[in-house]
């Protein structure tokens, strides 16, 4: 039996469900081309930009990184821009450029606990400041047509759990739905996250929340969803090589039911077209760099990846990776 009952769709559609929220140097274009063909319903984001660079870089007509990580292909209409900063007018003219280049919903990150990030006030360091972070919201939501949404941890520290607090306080203010992080700033990705505490979250408004932090199975989703109410969940790390892995979350907490992983061929095909993408949209150079670390994801746990790993580090080229892919498919045969 279905387990997604009288959910709150808002700006969401009735089958959307799970959200792969950005992770920097992955949630490219490449990895959500992926995400999208393994998963229609999939929610996604780019990844994390600056308000401040972007809004620098379009001022002054410079050909940049932001505009090949705002790509979102024609059509695509669950994919947002994720933007982080501190200075409400610098997030409001972010928020116009992402909306001008095609994004489906601005998300304000408010989550990041990256020591660069946090020092400048910007991600985790604005619930610290919650007048800041309203006003961001306010400014952001006036300068966009675009749904609004917010990703935020628990608080700044165990003593500090004000994420009920600041979502009903951005729920006054508009927010279309928001992401919460099990886990405060000052664990940072250490211990474990806390699904209970993102339950009072979820108790204390009416917009969806997406639930967030050491979801690895798909026990563990259905784990979370159970214990959250939450209106869905939000899974970066465990897709990592497994672009199927939200579709299958989805089908499980629908139906109780476990949907086959892809063959291990098919799985080496994906690889391999991962591989290809980034060339594609990175040039040689930079594509077949980040492929290693992908190629690797995919075969983990297969037979021989541990031996093919430091062989897959050292390719150069789209005929390498294929050499490789080929040699651990014939390894796992």
């Not at 992926?34 to 809004?55: I, P, Q, Y």
């Not at 982080?84 to 994004?103: Q, R, S, Y």
Request: charged content about 25%.
């Amino acid at each position: 039996m279905s387990l997604l009952k009288n959910r709150d769709k808002k700006f969401l559609t009735e089958n959307t469900f799970v959200y792969i929220p950005p992770m920097a140097g992955v949630t490219d274009i490449a990895y959500r081309t992926l995400c999208r063909e393994m998963d229609e319903n999939v929610v996604l984001a780019t990844e994390m930009l600056s308000s401040k660079s972007l809004t620098f870089a379009h001022s002054n007509r410079k050909e940049h990184q932001h505009a090949q990580r705002l790509t979102i292909p024609d059509g695509d209409e669950l994919t947002g821009v994720q933007i982080f900063g501190h200075e409400p007018d610098v997030m409001a003219e972010a928020a116009k450029i992402a909306t001008d280049l095609g994004a489906v919903f601005i998300d304000i990150n408010m989550g990041c606990p990256v020591a660069k990030i946090v020092n400048g006030m910007d991600g985790a360091a604005l619930m610290k400041e919650p007048e800041l972070a309203c006003q961001i919201v306010e400014k952001v939501k006036a300068a966009t047509h675009l749904p609004v949404t917010v990703k935020t941890r628990l608080g700044w520290c165990e003593g500090s759990l004000n994420a009920p607090f600041l979502a009903r306080e951005f729920e006054k203010l508009g927010v279309a739905a928001m992401t919460i992080h099990g886990r405060t700033r000052a664990q940072k990705y250490t211990g474990s996250a806390k699904w209970s505490l993102i339950k009072e979250v979820v108790d204390a408004v009416k917009i969806p929340i997406f639930a967030n932090g050491d979801v690895k199975t798909l026990e563990d989703a259905k784990k979370v969803f159970e214990e959250t109410g939450a209106y869905g969940i939000a899974i970066a790390r465990a897709t990592m090589g497994k672009p199927w892995f939200s579709k299958q979350v989805s089908h499980y907490i629908e139906t109780g039911l476990v949907l086959e992983e892809p063959s291990l061929e098919d799985k080496l095909k994906l690889a391999q077209k991962h591989c290809e993408l980034l060339v594609k949209f990175k040039g040689n150079h930079i594509g077949i760099q980040e492929s290693r670390r992908h190629i690797n994801n995919y075969i983990s746990g297969m037979s021989g990846a541990a031996k093919f790993r430091s062989r897959i580090n050292q390719i150069e080229s789209l005929d390498d990776a294929k050499r490789e892919i080929d040699l651990i498919f014939i390894n796992n045969q």
